[in-house]
C-alpha cells in the first residue's frame, strides 16, 4: 500500500503498492482546495489518515484472504464487507451448516464401520482431527460412534445399578440379621423373653370385637416393631388397640422376645408363629403348595432376571418394574396370608390389616366407624390424585391385557387400589367366595407360564376382590415412599398412614434421605438391643 502526494499538494492518492497485481488501482483519492490549504489543514489531514490507514489495510487483508480480485474501491468493499460488520451473513455460513446437516443426515442411515477406530474422549478426537485429513463424512461417522458406545455404556450401567438395586432391596440388612439372631438367643436363655403374650387375664381380649383390631404379617421384627409402636403412640385411646402379629417359624422366638421385653401396655400385642395355626394345613392352603414345589415360579423370583432378557428393547423404568415383580418376598406365604384372615380369625367381625413398611402418624380408631355398605375391603382407590406416578394406576398396569382370559373378564380403564392398609369386614368376607376365586387366577397364572400378570399378590387380589372394594378417603393411607422420591412432604405430614411400598425402604441404605425421619423417629434407639447391632447408624 502506497501513500501519494501530488506535487502541488492538492491531492493525496492511497494506492496498492502492487498496481497490477491482485486489488490493484487506486483505493482512495482526496483533493485538497488550494486556496484553503494551510500547514493546519495538512495536519489534521495526516491525523486523519493516520486513523483511517489501518482500517483500510484490514478490510483490503480480509478482501484478498476471500480470494476477492475484484474489489478496488470502498463501494466493492462495502458491498462485500458492510454486510458481515452489520451482523448479517451473506449466507456462505449457513450453506455450511446446512451441508453439514445434509452429511449428518446421510450417515445417520449408515452402519458405523465396525473396524473404525473410535477415540476414547473429546480431546482425543480433536487431536485426531488436527494430525489425520479427515472428510466431513468420515468425521460425522467417529462423531455417530462415538455417540453410539456412549449411549450403550450408559444403559448398560442404569441396568447394572438397577440389578445392583434389586439385590440391595431383597437382602436382609446386617444390623436387622444381627437383631434377629441376638433376640432369638435372648428367648432361650431369659424367662423374661419367653413370657406369654398377653398375659393369661388378658386373653379373652384377643376376641373382643369392640376393641380394635390390628393384623401383621411380618418376618422382619425391626419393621413390626415401628409399625406397633406408630401405632400406640398415635392413638387418642391406646388401650383399645390390639395388635396381632403374625411372622414364619424361624423369626417366631425373636419376635417373641422382642415384645415380651418391649411392652406397649396398654395397647395389646400377640405374637403367633404360622406354625400355631392349625387351620393353615397344606390341605387348606393351596398357595402353600404352589409357591414351596411350583419350579416355575422358584425360577422366576430367584433366577437370573437379566438372562435371555434383550435390554436394548426394554426401558430402564420397564426393568425396574420386572425386578420389583420378582422380589421373593412376593412367594413369601407371610405375604399371601391376607387371603386367609376369616379364617385365622373367626371370632372378629373387622379388622384392619398393615404392611410391614407403613407408619401410622394419626388415629385410626374412625375407620372402624366406616360404613362399607356391605363390601369387604374398605382400600384407597390409585387411578386419582396429585402424584400422577404413584396415583395413576388401573388395571392395565397390572395385567396382561393381550392374554385372552385377562381380556375377556377384565376391564383395563378399571380403577386400582392399594394393598398395604385395608379394613375388613370379615364377616361380610365370610359370605363370599374371595379366597376361592383367589385360588383359582394363581392356577390360571401357573398354567400361562406366570404370563397374566406383571406385580406379585396384588393382581389376583384385584380379581378376587373384585365387586367387593368400598373406596376410603386417600388421606387414609398415602403410598410411594419407597419408590417416589419427589413425595410432597406436607401431605406426608398429614397422612394418616404412610407407606414405604417400593424398594427403598426406610431400613435400607437405599432409602430416600428426607423420607426416612417419618420412620425412624418410631425406632427405640435407646434399646440395647438396637445399639448393640448399630442399627441407623
Known amino acids: 500500500m502506497q501513500l501519494h502526494f501530488s506535487p502541488s499538494m492538492r491531492s493525496i492518492t492511497i494506492s496498492n503498492s502492487n498496481g497490477g497485481g491482485v486489488g ?12 484553503q490549504f494551510s500547514y493546519r489543514t495538512l495536519f489534521h489531514t495526516i491525523l486523519i489518515l493516520a486513523f483511517l490507514l489501518p482500517f483500510v489495510f484490514i478490510l483490503t487483508a480480509l478482501v484478498t484472504l476471500e480470494g476477492v480480485n475484484k474489489c478496488s474501491s470502498f463501494d466493492c468493499l462495502g458491498r462485500r464487507l458492510g454486510p458481515k460488520l452489520l451482523g448479517r451473513s451473506d449466507g456462505s ?6 451441508d453439514f446437516v445434509k452429511i449428518l443426515n446421510q450417515v445417520n442411515s449408515e452402519e458405523v464401520p465396525a473396524g473404525l477406530k473410535l ?3 473429546y480431546s482425543q478426537l480433536v487431536s485426531e482431527i488436527k ?38 432391596a431383597s437382602a436382609v440388612p446386617k444390623g436387622i440379621h444381627c437383631l434377629s439372631l441376638r433376640l432369638t438367643d435372648e428367648y432361650s436363655t431369659n424367662a423374661h423373653a419367653r413370657k406369654q403374650l398377653p398375659s393369661p387375664e388378658l ?9 380394635h383390631h390390628f393384623v401383621l404379617s411380618t418376618d422382619n421384627i425391626l419393621a413390626a416393631s415401628v409399625v406397633v409402636n406408630s401405632g400406640v403412640q398415635s392413638s387418642l385411646k391406646p388401650e383399645k388397640i390390639v395388635f396381632h402379629v403374625i411372622t414364619d417359624k424361624k423369626t417366631y422366638a425373636g419376635m417373641h422376645s422382642w415384645f415380651a421385653l418391649n411392652p406397649v401396655s396398654p395397647a395389646i400385642v400377640e405374637v403367633k408363629g404360622v406354625h400355631q395355626f392349625d387351620w393353615l394345613t397344606r390341605e387348606n392352603v393351596p398357595v ?14 430367584h433366577g437370573n432376571h437379566v438372562a435371555g432378557a434383550n435390554l436394548s428393547d426394554i426401558t430402564p423404568r420397564s426393568f425396574a418394574s420386572k425386578l420389583q415383580a420378582r422380589s421373593p418376598k412376593y412367594i413369601s ?4 396370608l391376607r387371603i386367609y384372615l376369616p379364617e385365622l380369625f373367626p371370632n372378629l367381625d373387622k379388622v384392619v390389616f398393615l404392611d410391614d413398611d407403613v407408619v401410622i402418624q394419626r388415629d385410626l380408631s374412625p375407620l372402624w366407624e366406616i360404613d362399607l355398605n356391605g363390601k369387604v375391603n374398605g382400600a384407597v382407590e390409585t387411578c386419582k390424585g396429585e402424584d400422577k406416578w404413584v396415583m395413576s394406576k388401573r388395571f392395565r398396569n397390572y395385567f396382561n391385557f393381550s392374554h385372552h382370559l385377562i381380556a375377556k373378564n377384565l ?17 361380610a368376607w365370610r359370605k363370599t367366595s374371595v379366597r376361592d376365586t383367589y385360588h383359582t387366577w394363581l392356577k390360571e397364572n401357573l398354567k400361562s407360564n406366570l404370563t397374566m400378570w406383571k406385580l406379585g399378590t396384588l393382581p389376583p387380589a384385584l380379581i378376587a376382590f373384585k365387586g367387593h372394594v368400598y373406596p376410603i378417603d386417600p388421606s387414609w393411607h398415602m403410598l410411594g415412599l419407597g419408590y417416589q422420591n419427589k413425595t410432597n412432604i406436607e401431605n406426608v405430614k398429614k397422612a394418616a398412614v404412610i407407606h414405604y411400598n417400593g424398594q427403598s425402604k426406610p431400613w435400607l441404605d437405599i432409602g430416600f434421605e428426607h423420607l426416612r425421619p417419618f420412620w425412624t423417629k418410631y425406632v427405640n434407639c435407646s434399646n440395647d438391643f438396637i445399639r448393640s447391632c448399630h442399627i441407623l447408624e
Open 119 to 121: 477415540p476414547e474422549s
Open 24 to 35: 490493484g488501482g487506486d483505493l482512495m483519492k482526496i483533493k485538497v482546495a488550494a486556496r
Open 288 to 301: 402353600l403348595e404352589v409357591v414351596e414345589s411350583h419350579y416355575g415360579i422358584r425360577k422366576y423370583y
Open 203 to 211: 386373653l379373652p381380649l384377643l376376641s373382643d370385637n369392640s376393641l
Open 333 to 336: 406365604l407371610l405375604n399371601h
Open 93 to 98: 455460513g449457513q450453506k455450511l451448516v446446512k
Open 411 to 427: 376391564n383395563p380403564d378399571e380403577c386400582a387400589w392399594a394393598y398395604g392398609m385395608n379394613i375388613f369386614d370379615l364377616r
Open 131 to 168: 494430525n489425520n485429513k479427515y472428510s466431513a463424512k468420515e468425521f460425522a461417522l467417529m462423531l455417530k460412534g462415538m455417540m453410539e458406545r456412549s449411549e450403550r455404556e450408559i444403559r448398560e450401567s442404569k441396568f447394572a445399578e438397577l440389578m445392583n438395586k434389586h439385590f440391595a
